[in-house]
């Protein structure tokens, strides 16, 4: 599902390893086979493992992973192990394990972050923004639905979703509402989704058409007091909470009884400690 493929990871191989290993082929060592782990030293949730097995065989690696994307890996699990000839498993290593340490480390966000919103709103769905890395949009979204997290919006093209900075083209609210209440007529296969900081503003977007709020940076009280209203008067309307949104928090906004949390910390998670373990089988 979403895999990265090959042409992407060739890609991702020349960005490190444009000709060949300098370092390898200086020390002109004598061919030698070997197998090399790459462990994590705390519980994480597999991420693009398939990947990493897919770059070890692009290089000539003999590759295998006992830990399928999205599944947890306690600490000292190996999570890849390489086997072939020292210059090949060099070659491998840090492109395997960085792809690694990045990808497990959104995913376990992820999954911590949505353990906690399940735990409070079983039916709270963690949604991630467009924030990508510049350039690693499919690798990114790919580590982060490991962790069970779905994308929110994977660009401009396949949503509608209104900004205060749309509504500020208009010369006041009457005439935003009149295009927002064209907007609707023209939504004929998509969602209206708009973004509204205030409980007041919301309810009126509601009576305009908007199937889905999305409030920025309200507090769980206001939230909790919309999705209340939205059930007694718009049942068919999502309520969706977004800004500033992370593990600390993220239980207390679920618990609203929003039906989605929007948030970018995922993709902040910084990298899994991964270390990684040599072994020579002893042939030359």
Partial sequence: MNR???????????????????????????PQQGTLKVLTRNEVVAACTEEAVRIGELLGCEAYSAFPSGRVAEPGSVLLELHGDHETLH????????????????????????????????HCELLVTRKSFPFAKRFAIRALMCGGAMPHRLGLSETVLVFEQHRSLYKDSAAFEDALRELKL?????????????????????????????????????????????????????ILAAGGINP????????????????????????????????TDGSN
């Fill in 4 to 30: 990265l493929s090959d042409p992407e990871l060739w890609e991702y191989i020349r960005g490190d390893v444009p000709y060949f290993d300098l370092t390898t082929h200086l020390l002109a060592l004598p």
């Fill in 91 to 122: 070659g491998a290593w840090r492109l395997c394990q960085i792809l690694l340490e990045y990808a497990c480390g959104m995913a376990t966000r992820a999954r911590t972050m949505l353990t906690k919103a399940r735990a409070v709103n079983p």
């Fill in 186 to 238: 023209r939504c004929v296969e998509k969602k209206l989704t708009v973004e509204s900081e205030s409980l007041d503003d919301a309810k009126r977007m509601l009576s305009l058409g908007a199937d889905v709020i999305q409030m920025d940076k309200c507090g769980p009280d206001t939230l909790r007091e919309l999705v209340a209203y939205k059930r007694e008067h718009h049942p068919a309307a999502t």
């Fill in 248 to 279: 600390s928090n993220v239980a207390d906004y679920a618990a609203s009884g929003v039906e989605g949390v929007v948030t970018s910390s995922p993709y902040q998670a910084g990298m899994a400690d991964l270390t990684a373990r040599w072994e």
